[in-house]
């Protein structure tokens, strides 16, 4: 997606190892969200951005932590990784006086 | 907190057929209502939107109507083609900040 780039694309790691997802975008939008896709529950809320440092809680947060040092990144750290956090995970931006979305390509992570 | 609510969770129509989908939401401040297409191994992407002050828009086959009264939404796709095949994901905006809560998605399959 044109403007959006996640990264890594695909990650297999180890119970217990913390993983960190990159977002990066080139549209300099003011705000920036974590979604995990998982069947049967849609695209759940981990963690939002609203500028600069400026970060918030989703509705599926324990366990995941975000940071945002410039306005093109947003990553998003797993302490600790576990099985559950087995999933896709989008990164997705918008900006002010536009509420769609446009959302990353997605990171495929997998937990043993 | 806002929740959606879509239906049916799987949709299989004959090409050629109309398909619709239909979603519930809970907060009645919500104010804009975004339709998403999801193809195998990508992000979603916006197809349609309506805010709460229009009851209807149309953009060639696909269509959504809004009845704020009833707190329901839904999506219409006429004359189904085989790249209609994707799922799709209703969301509505939560009042208090740019943040879109989903329903749990529609996979939608048209069968050549």
């Known amino acids: 997606d044109a403007g959006i780039t996640q990264s890594p694309r695909h990650k297999v790691t180890e119970t217990g190892t913390p993983v960190t997802l990159r977002c990066h975008q080139t549209e300099n939008h003011r705000y920036m969200y974590w979604y995990r896709q998982d069947p049967g529950h849609g695209l759940r809320l981990i963690h939002y951005?609203?500028?600069?440092?400026?970060?918030d809680k989703g509705e599926v947060s324990d366990g995941y932590s975000v940071s945002r040092s410039k306005t093109e990144d947003f990553l998003l750290t797993l302490e600790s990784a576990t099985s559950s956090q087995t999933s896709v995970y989008f990164c997705?931006?918008?900006?002010?006086?536009?509420?769609?979305?446009?959302f990353g390509s997605g990171t495929r992570l997998t937990v043993v | 907190g806002e929740n959606v609510e879509q239906h049916p969770s799987t949709l299989s129509v004959q090409e050629g057929d109309s398909a619709v989908i239909k979603c519930t939401y809970s907060d009645s401040a919500s104010n804009y209502f975004p339709w998403y297409k999801q193809e195998l191994g990508k992000g979603p992407q916006l197809i349609i939107d309506?805010?709460?002050?229009?009851g209807e828009k149309k953009d060639q086959r696909i269509a959504v109507t809004l009845n704020k009264t009833a707190k329901h939404f839904s999506l219409h796709i006429t004359e189904t083609q085989p790249e209609d095949s994707a799922v799709y994901f209703c969301?509505?905006?939560?009042?208090?900040?740019?943040?879109?809560?989903f329903g749990g998605g529609t996979r939608l399959m048209v069968k050549p």
């Open positions: 309506i805010r709460s002050n229009v």
């Open positions: 997705a931006i918008s900006d002010l006086g536009h509420y769609g979305y446009t």
């Open positions: 951005s609203y500028g600069v440092k400026d970060t």
């Open positions: 969301a509505a905006r939560n009042n208090a900040g740019n943040m879109l809560t």
